[in-house]
């Protein structure tokens, strides 16, 4: 009998003792943290009779998907109460048209303009009672008349279908008029590719590089953070100047290999690689471009084995390679940015990742002023465990846009349509891809998500 008295009063002991836990940890939830987010414009930008009263604030938590909004008060700071630990997307958007931006800026503008901030995978933790505060800085974003319209980077079914053979990227001239693609280069912009790092004296803040610290081919500069993305690989439009016009609301596709994937592929070594699902790929015969690496490696160096240039398709030059192929990151670890510059791009400073304390034997990263940057889209894993620190400041993207089925899904990323004007398709491009982009499955090379 006493044994069992002993086993019954222990047992209850131990469910009091979880008891208490569980309320303790249900009182931490309750007790969450009050957010306050003050928002101003940058100094020197702020509009001449307007204050950012009423702005709306976004606040989606990454783990649940939630999003909650808040207007800005007339002393400029948005309110949430009882948020709960975890990490957050924070966001504000203020857009003008161009009559609107005239009147508080002074300045004319032919199209509207779009001020952006935001903070991605912003840790919140929770201390019971207390205030977490944050600034976030609007900036007028970059825009221009070419845009990054579709990015087609996670790549169809490994055995099934092409695998990352099929990759593209699509550009867009998102203007009224004829431009000219002559030139034009699409840089893929590298950063942190994992989310650990061994060498966290050389991180900044956010957790992105610190490229005043890296080895190079010319010391790093005080600006190097704010005012130069750094290149993984670099593509480069031919032509002389008014060879490839690109009609308004017309498009370029670009393809790691302009061939029907759905159909079977043979590679130099003459394997042939069956595709079970067509549907799963797409038809790329119809790309303006490819890329073709082959030309462009060291002497000695091996080509890939699907390299294999396309018969009636021209290729993009390669100014600067990253492995034997166009290799676009299928988790979606990096950014993209079309820029074009009166500069030799080769003569460009090049870079080391910050733990290397040498450029010797090191794959180096090529230094590209921002004020080149016509367009960028930032990409991110599908997964908030997996994002990293932003590449791309609030200028260029505020945001990111992902396949949210990752690798292999055969999904896209694809710029939403803001209007139809006289048949011409205008997409949207607040520099925020959250916002702007959507994804589409399968892939529609030179199409539109309806």
């Known amino acids: 009998m006493q044994r069992n008295y002993t086993i019954t009063f222990i047992f209850h002991l131990l469910a009091l003792i979880m008891l208490g836990s569980c309320r303790h940890e249900l009182e931490s939830e309750l007790k969450a943290t009050v957010l306050e987010v003050e928002v101003s414009y940058a100094v020197g930008s702020a509009p001449q009779n307007e ?35 975890g990490k957050y997307d924070i966001q504000v958007s203020k857009r003008f048209s161009s009559e609107a931006y005239e009147l508080a800026f002074g300045q004319s503008s032919e199209n509207e303009v779009t001020f952006n901030a935001a903070a991605t995978s912003y840790r919140i933790g929770i201390s019971a009672g207390s205030v977490t505060n944050l600034s976030l800085i609007l900036r007028q974003s970059v825009t221009g008349d070419w845009v990054i319209k579709q990015l087609y980077y996670a790549g169809s079914d490994l055995y099934k279908a092409a695998s990352l053979r099929d990759n593209f990227f699509e550009i867009y001239n998102n203007s009224d008029k004829v431009l000219y693609a002559d030139s034009l280069c699409m840089m893929f912009v590298y950063g942190r590719l994992s989310t650990t790092y061994r060498a966290a004296d050389k991180l900044l803040e956010s957790g992105q590089f610190d490229w005043t610290k890296a080895a190079g081919t010319a010391p790093a500069p005080n600006n190097a953070n704010t005012d130069y993305l750094y290149a993984q690989a670099i593509y480069m439009f031919p032509g002389d100047g008014k060879t490839y016009a690109v009609q308004p609301g017309q ?37 303006d471009f490819e890329v073709i690496t082959t030309p462009y490696l060291e002497e000695g160096e091996s080509g890939s084995l699907i390299d294999i240039p396309t018969a009636g398709k021209k290729s993009l030059i390669v100014i600067q390679k990253f492995g ?42 090529t230094q590209v002023p921002k004020k080149y940057i016509i367009d960028a889209v930032e990409t991110q894993p ?13 200028e260029l993207d505020a945001g990111f846009t992902y ?13 939403k349509i803001k209007e139809v004007r006289n048949g011409r398709r205008i997409l949207e491009d607040t520099n925020n891809s959250s916002n702007d982009f959507e994804s589409i499955m399968p892939a529609i090379p030179g199409g539109f998500k309806e």
Do not use: C
């Open 51 to 85: 204050t950012t009263e009423n702005y709306v604030v976004q606040l989606k938590n990454l783990i649940t998907n939630k999003v909650d909004s808040a207007k800005v008060d007339s002393k400029g700071i948005a309110r949430f109460d009882y948020v709960s630990n």
């Open 251 to 287: 498009g370029i596709i670009v393809a790691r290999s302009a061939i029907n994937h759905k159909a079977p592929f043979t590679n130099k070594n003459g394997k042939v690689y069956q595709v079970s699902r067509p549907d799963l790929t797409v038809d790329l015969s119809i790309a």
């Open 382 to 394: 599908n997964t908030a465990d997996r994002r990293l620190p932003k590449k791309l400041s609030a």
């Open 324 to 365: 034997k192929t166009m290799m676009m990151d299928n988790i979606g670890r990096i950014g993209y940015a079309l820029f074009k510059a009166p500069a030799d791009i080769h003569s460009w400073p090049k870079y080391a990742e910050v733990k290397e304390s040498t450029i010797e034997g090191k794959t180096l990263y």
């Open 403 to 415: 396949s949210p089925l990752g690798s292999y899904s055969s999904q896209a990323v694809i710029r």
